[in-house]
Structures are given as structure tokens and as C-alpha cells.
């Protein structure tokens, strides 16, 4: 294919000093920001000594010869960078200059303008492409990124959309419904594969953090606002969520509802987060998260929702239900716990209290059910052919 063949002439004239690496991604550079100012990750390494490096630990790479344990930049893919929550911590990672943000988006323009617009430095992101509503997209997407060389230090599941007002499904290229296609089902896919990259990495501490809500468990009042989160017996799922010859929604019911197919989507983001958790935590090493960043009201989440409740919704969440956070300060949030030292705990679900000090929090009943997220493993794994 065009990108190999265009890989191999250049990668032996670069310089030496460069390395194979710098080629790799210097012929890759169209899925990138322009060439001339892209760093390679692990080339662009800041020297951090020990006592001032977050997360230095033994086994970090040393990159100075004079010895000092030095902890190279760490590389995170964001999905869904180009707005909101995922731009925002994408904005929060690349100004420590300790990461390199791949920014996984389904537009590349519009990541491109998004990222100059909130003033991101040109060489501290990437772009690639990933449409969540494709699986060979997302296919695609891994292939590509292993191409460009990088490392995977931390991958961060935070696309979705939301569909509030639909009353009639719409469907994923796989024919799948697409709140749960986006939502869950490419995410799941693009975990699974990426599970393999993240765990050849080097970096002291590796994470996969998967976007969970408020909305999905039913142990809190925001949880209880019609209509509730539910995957019942996930029989519409094991149906393949198609509407035509079965339920669009994964509990099986007749008829469709936007807003629980996306509340729906995040108890399956919450479980699979446990399932992996429980299936390679140990083995690993890997840190598991979830997390609810606040409620970000302002948003492109509420871009489908009527022009009336997103006026009223910023004010309500501000004044009335308290629940109100800055997309600034979600990113903070989500930055924390791809990058925090002392968040490490695999298997948690994150929440921070009114001083943003985070916690663990607990999740609803359904959504810590780990007989149900077996079954959701299984069936998904189906969906997106890896069973
Ligand atoms: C469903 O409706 C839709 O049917 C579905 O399509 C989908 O959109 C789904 O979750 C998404 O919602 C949910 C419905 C159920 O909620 C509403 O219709 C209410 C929408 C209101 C959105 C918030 C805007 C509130 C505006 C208040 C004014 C703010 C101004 C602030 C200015 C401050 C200045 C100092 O809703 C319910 O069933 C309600 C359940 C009961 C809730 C408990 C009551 C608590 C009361 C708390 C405050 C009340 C706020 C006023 C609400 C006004 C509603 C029009
Ligand atoms: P935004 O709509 O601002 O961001 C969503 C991102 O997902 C966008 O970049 C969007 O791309 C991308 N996306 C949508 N569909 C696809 C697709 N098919 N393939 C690839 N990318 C896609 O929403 P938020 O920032 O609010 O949401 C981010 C996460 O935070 C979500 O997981 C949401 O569930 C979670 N969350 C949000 C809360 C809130 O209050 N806003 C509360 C709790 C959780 P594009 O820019 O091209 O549209
Ligand atoms: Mg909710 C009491 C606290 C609280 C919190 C933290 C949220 C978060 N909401 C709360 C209360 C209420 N909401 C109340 C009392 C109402 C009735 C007026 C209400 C209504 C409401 C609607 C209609 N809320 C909503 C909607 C949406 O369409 C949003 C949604 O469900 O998206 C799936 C939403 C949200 N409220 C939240 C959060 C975080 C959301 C949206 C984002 C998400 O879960 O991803």
C-alpha cells in the first residue's frame, strides 16, 4: 500500500541522528500536523530529573549520560479530542509537556482547528483519523498507529454522542444502533486492540479510562431522571441492535429512545471497564478507570438537544442542581487520572466532590453487576468479531 511503500526510501535517507523512528513518522505526516514541527514522542524527550519527575519510577528510561532515571514523554491516544471533555484534556496533557497527545478523531479539520483554537503548541499532539462508527475504521486507526511508531502509554475511550430527542434509530457502517455502536461497541473494539500496545509499553504507569456518567447509574437522583438506564437481560444486544428484525436497544424494547440508548451505552462503558479490570489487571499491570468528570453542560454533547434546554441547562446546572463544571476544569480531571501519581488504583470509578479533590465512588448496582459485564464481554466480542 501507498504508506508502506512511501515508508521504506525514506527511512534510510534520514539522518542518523533522527533514527527510524522520526522517519516513521515524518511519512506518516499526513495524518498528522504538519511534518516540519511534529517532535516524535520519544525523541522529544525533556530530561526530568527524579525529584521533579511526576511519576519516575525504576524502569523509566534514562536518557542522559550522565545517568539520572529520566522519564521519557509519555504518549496518550484521546478519542473524540476535537470537542469538549477529550479537546480539553487533551489541552491539559500537552501543556505539561510530559505528554504527546494522539488526537483520534472522526474530523481531521475539525480536530485541526480545534486544537490551534485552544492554543495547543504545534509538536505537542497528532492527529489520526477514527471513525467510532466503523469498525474497520477503528481497525484502520490501530493499524495506523502502529505504523506512525509511537508508543501507547494511555488510552483514553471519550467519544460519544447523544441523541436525545430520536425517536428512530439511526445505524453504525456495521448496522449496529449507533449510540451504543459509537459509544461502546468501537470502543470496545479499539480497547481490545490496544490492550497489546499498551501492554509492550515501557512506561511506569499504564492506563486505560473509559468515560462512564452520572446519568447511567441509578443510585443517584441525575440517575433517576427519565428515562433510567437499563440493559435488562441484554437480549436486544445479543440480537445485534438492528431494529428492523429485532430491538435497537440492548434491553429488547420495542420502541426507541435516544436518551437511554446513550444512558445505556455508559453502564456498558462502566462494566467493560471492570471486565477488563478483572481479566487483565493482574496479569498486566495495566490500570483500569472510569470516571464522572462533572457535569460539563456546555458541551457539543447536547448539540442534538432542543435549543430551549440547551440555553436552560448551563444556568440549572450552575444555580440549581450544583452539578455545573467548566470544560477547563473537567479536562483537569480527566488529565488526573491519565497522569496522576497517586491515581493508580485499577478498577475505580472516579468522582470529585465540590473542591475537586477526586474519590472513588461507588456505582449503581447494574452498572457493578460482573455477571452482566461477562455476558456484555461476551456479546460484544461477537459484534465486533473478535469471538
Ligand atoms: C426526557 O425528559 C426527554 O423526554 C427525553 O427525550 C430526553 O431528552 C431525556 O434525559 C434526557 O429527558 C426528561 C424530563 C424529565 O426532563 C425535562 O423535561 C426537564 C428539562 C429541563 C432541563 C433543565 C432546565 C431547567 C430550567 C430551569 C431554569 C434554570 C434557570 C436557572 C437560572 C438561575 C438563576 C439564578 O424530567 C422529570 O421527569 C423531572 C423529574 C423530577 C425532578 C425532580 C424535581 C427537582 C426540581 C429541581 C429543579 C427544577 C427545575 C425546573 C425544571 C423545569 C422543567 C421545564
Ligand atoms: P462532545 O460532544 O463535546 O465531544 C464528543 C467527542 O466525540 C467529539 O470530539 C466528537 O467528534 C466525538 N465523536 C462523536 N462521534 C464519533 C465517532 N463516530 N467517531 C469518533 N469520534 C466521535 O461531548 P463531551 O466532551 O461532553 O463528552 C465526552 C465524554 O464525556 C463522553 O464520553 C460523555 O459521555 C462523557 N460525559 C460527559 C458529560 C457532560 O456533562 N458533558 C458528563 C458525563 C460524561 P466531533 O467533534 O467530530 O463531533
Ligand atoms: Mg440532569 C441533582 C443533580 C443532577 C446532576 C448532577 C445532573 C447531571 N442532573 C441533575 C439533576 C437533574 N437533571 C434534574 C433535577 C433534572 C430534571 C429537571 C434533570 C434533567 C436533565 C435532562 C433533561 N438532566 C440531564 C438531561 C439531559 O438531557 C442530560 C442527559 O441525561 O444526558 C444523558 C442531563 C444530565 N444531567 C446531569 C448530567 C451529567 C447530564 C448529561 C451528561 C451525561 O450524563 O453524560
Not at 444502533?177 to 470502543?187: A, D, F, P, R, T
Not at 500496545?197 to 446519568?215: A, E, H, V
Not at 455477571?371 to 469471538?387: P, Q, T, Y
Request: proline content about 5%.
Amino acid at each position: 500500500m501507498a504508506l508502506q511503500a512511501a515508508l521504506l526510501p525514506s527511512t534510510l535517507s534520514v539522518p542518523k541522528k533522527a533514527g527510524n523512528l522520526a522517519a516513521v513518522v515524518k511519512d506518516t505526516s499526513f495524518l498528522t500536523v504538519p511534518q516540519k514541527k511534529l517532535q516524535v514522542p520519544s525523541l522529544s524527550v525533556r530530561a526530568q530529573a527524579v525529584a521533579t519527575a511526576p511519576v519516575a519510577t525504576p524502569g523509566a528510561s534514562t536518557s542522559t549520560k550522565d545517568a539520572k532515571k529520566t522519564l521519557r514523554q509519555g504518549v496518550v491516544v484521546i478519542t473524540g479530542a476535537s470537542s469538549g471533555l477529550g479537546l480539553a484534556a487533551a489541552k491539559a496533557l500537552a501543556e505539561t509537556g510530559k505528554w504527546h497527545v494522539v488526537m483520534a478523531c472522526r474530523d481531521f479539520l475539525k480536530a485541526a482547528k480545534a486544537a490551534k483554537g485552544a492554543g495547543m503548541a504545534d509538536g505537542s499532539y497528532t492527529i489520526m483519523h477514527l471513525d467510532l462508527a466503523s469498525l474497520d475504521s477503528v481497525r484502520q486507526f490501530v493499524d495506523n498507529f502502529r505504523r506512525a511508531g509511537m508508543p501507547l502509554d494511555s488510552l483514553v475511550c471519550n467519544a460519544a454522542i447523544y441523541r436525545p430527542t430520536a425517536r428512530t434509530p439511526t445505524f453504525t457502517a456495521d448496522g449496529y444502533e449507533m449510540s451504543v455502536g459509537v459509544n461502546h461497541l468501537g470502543h470496545f473494539l479499539l480497547a481490545r486492540l490496544l490492550l497489546d500496545d499498551l501492554q509492550k509499553s515501557d512506561y511506569p504507569s499504564r492506563r486505560l479510562i473509559i468515560l462512564g456518567s452520572i446519568t447511567g447509574n441509578t443510585n443517584t437522583l441525575a440517575g433517576n431522571i427519565p428515562p433510567k438506564a437499563g440493559l435488562g437481560d441484554l437480549r436486544g444486544l445479543a440480537g445485534g441492535l438492528r431494529g428492523q428484525n429485532g430491538s435497537a436497544m440492548i434491553d429488547g424494547s420495542e420502541s426507541f429512545d435516544g436518551a437511554k440508548a446513550y444512558k445505556d451505552s455508559k453502564i456498558c462503558n462502566m462494566l467493560t471497564m471492570q471486565e477488563l479490570h478483572r481479566r487483565y489487571h493482574e496479569e498486566t499491570g495495566i490500570t483500569f478507570a472510569s470516571l464522572y468528570p462533572g457535569c460539563i453542560a456546555t458541551t457539543g454533547l447536547f448539540r442534538e438537544h432542543i435549543p430551549l434546554f440547551r440555553l436552560l441547562f448551563p444556568p440549572f446546572q450552575k444555580f440549581i442542581a450544583k452539578g455545573f463544571v467548566s470544560e477547563a476544569e473537567s479536562g483537569k480531571r480527566l488529565a488526573q487520572v491519565v497522569s496522576d501519581p497517586s491515581l493508580t488504583k485499577s478498577g475505580v470509578y472516579w468522582s470529585w466532590n465540590k473542591d475537586s479533590a477526586s474519590f472513588e465512588n461507588q456505582l449503581s448496582q447494574e452498572a457493578s453487576d460482573p455477571e452482566k459485564a461477562r455476558k456484555l464481554w461476551e456479546i460484544s466480542e461477537k459484534l465486533v468479531g473478535l469471538a
